[in-house]
């Protein structure tokens, strides 16, 4: 699932698709509302990654040492 952290990379990075003035957008140039776009897609992207991740460790570890306190 992290590799949808590459889109924004790649969707930003290649510039020549959207250097361009059209379409517009309220009145903004493709080329400034598209990169502007790709910020709550981006927050999207890593919130999935981040719902999508295995479980820490740490919880885990905790547990064994409550068990191994008790008597």
Do not use: C
Request: proline share 11%; glycine share 2%.
């Amino acid at each position: 699932m992290w590799v949808l952290l590459l889109l924004p990379f790649v969707g930003l990075l290649w510039v020549p698709f959207y250097n361009s003035l059209e379409p517009t957008l309220f009145g903004f140039p493709f080329f400034y509302w598209y990169q502007l776009a790709w910020v709550p897609i981006t927050s999207v992207l890593i919130w999935l990654a981040y719902r999508n991740r295995t479980p820490d460790e740490a919880p885990q570890i905790s547990q064994k040492l409550e068990r191994s306190k008790a008597p």
